[in-house]
C-alpha cells in the first residue's frame, strides 16, 4: 500500500512530472484511490476496535455448552483412558492426522470452543482435561508440569497413536514444551502460546504475581481445607512455584516450532522471545492488542496461523534468506 501511495505521490511531484504530463486525466482515479485509502484504515481501526465484552460472552456461553456442541462433555466424543494411575477424560474430534491440544492451568477440553471445530475438519483433534482437572480426577498431593507431559505421552500410547502435532496454551505450553523435551518421538510440530520457563518476575509481570500470590499464601497457612481448597492449593502451587526448564533442556527440541504470545500478555513478550531464540527451528509470533488469551480473542488469526504452520513444511531462513 505504501509503495502505491508514494508512487502516486511522484506523479504530483513536478521533479518527477514530464512537463506535458496531464493532471486531470488522473483526478478522477485519485479520488477514488484516496478514498479506498481510507476505508481501508477504517477497516483496519476496527479490527483493534474489537468488543472484547462481547467476544468474552460468546466465550463463555460456548463453553457451556449453549451454542452447539457441549465441548468437555460430550458424551458420544468423550472417553475415560488409564493413564499412569488414574482415568484420564478425553475427547476425540474428525479424522486425520492426529493433533493434541492442551489447555491450561485449572482449564477444561472446552477452553478450546474456537479451535475443536476448526481443526476437526482436517485432523484428528484430541484433547483431554490434564491430571487433577476437569473430569481427570487425581486426589494425590503433588503435581508438576513433568508429570502431566508424561501423562499426555501416555494417553498417546493408550490411543495407540505414535506421534502427533501438538498445541499448549499457558500451562499447557509448558507441557507441550515437556513433552518435546522428555518424550520427542511423539511429537511432530510444536505450537504453544503464553508458556513460561521460571515462575518469577523474569518471565511473569509483577502485577499478575500481586494478583496470583496472596490467594496462594492464603490457602498454605490455612488448616482443614475443603475438598476444593484442596484442588485449588495444588494448581496454585503448581503456578506460582513451577516451572523450572533450563534453556538447555529447549535447545533439545528438534522439531518444528511455533512461539506465540500476546505484546501485553501475563508472559513478558521478552520472556517468549527467549523460548524462541532456544528451539533450534522455531518461529515467532505475537499478536498485537493481545493479552493471554490468544486463542479466544483472535481465534480465527490464531487458527489460520497455527494450520498454515502445521501444514507448510519449516523454511530455514538465514544468509542471503534474511532479505526475503
Known amino acids: 500500500m505504501f509503495t502505491g501511495i508514494f508512487a502516486f505521490s511522484n506523479l504530483y511531484s513536478p521533479f518527477y512530472a514530464p512537463k506535458q504530463f496531464n493532471y486531470s486525466a488522473i483526478k478522477p482515479f485519485m479520488k477514488k484511490y484516496c478514498t479506498f485509502l481510507v476505508l481501508l484504515q477504517c477497516i483496519a481501526n476496527m479490527a483493534f476496535c474489537q468488543d472484547f465484552n462481547a467476544i468474552q460472552k460468546d466465550a463463555e456461553d460456548r463453553m457451556a455448552g449453549k451454542k452447539g456442541i457441549p465441548y468437555g462433555n460430550n458424551k458420544q466424543a468423550g472417553k475415560y483412558y488409564t493413564v499412569r494411575g488414574f482415568k484420564m477424560y478425553c475427547e476425540v474430534y474428525g ?9 491450561g492451568n485449572g482449564g477444561s477440553i472446552n477452553n478450546f470452543v474456537y479451535q475443536i471445530p476448526f481443526f476437526a475438519q482436517k ?39 505414535d506421534s502427533a502435532n501438538v ?20 511429537v511432530k510440530k510444536l505450537a504453544v502460546t503464553g ?41 496454585l502451587r503448581l503456578l506460582c512455584e513451577q516451572p523450572h526448564i533450563p534453556l538447555s533442556a529447549l535447545q533439545t527440541i528438534k522439531v518444528p516450532a511455533l512461539v506465540m504470545g500476546g505484546d501485553h500478555d501475563v508472559i513478558k513478550v521478552e520472556h517468549t522471545m527467549q523460548i524462541f531464540h532456544n528451539i533450534p527451528n522455531a518461529y515467532l509470533y505475537i499478536f498485537p492488542n493481545s493479552g493471554h488469551s490468544t486463542p479466544i480473542v483472535y481465534a480465527n488469526e490464531f487458527n489460520k496461523k497455527v494450520d498454515n504452520f502445521f501444514s507448510t513444511p519449516y ?8 532479505f526475503f
Open 195 to 235: 508458556a513460561n520457563l521460571q515462575p518469577d518476575t523474569s518471565a511473569v509481570y509483577q502485577e499478575v504475581w500481586d494478583l496470583v500470590t496472596p490467594e496462594y499464601n492464603g490457602l498454605k497457612q490455612k488448616s482443614n481445607l475443603t475438598a476444593k481448597e484442596k484442588a485449588s492449593l495444588k494448581l
Open 167 to 186: 498445541i499448549g496454551w499457558s500451562d499447557g505450553g509448558i507441557n507441550a514444551l515437556l513433552l518435546a523435551i522428555r518424550h520427542p518421538e511423539k
Open 315 to 322: 523454511r530455514v531462513i538465514k544468509s542471503e534468506g534474511r
Open 95 to 103: 479424522t486425520g492426522k492426529p493433533l493434541l491440544i492442551i489447555h
Open 123 to 161: 485432523y484428528k483433534v484430541i484433547i483431554a482435561d490434564s491430571r487433577a482437572q476437569g473430569k481427570s480426577v487425581d486426589n494425590g498431593d503433588s503435581l508438576t508440569y513433568e508429570m502431566m507431559a508424561d501423562d499426555y505421552a501416555g494417553l498417546l500410547d493408550a490411543m495407540k497413536i
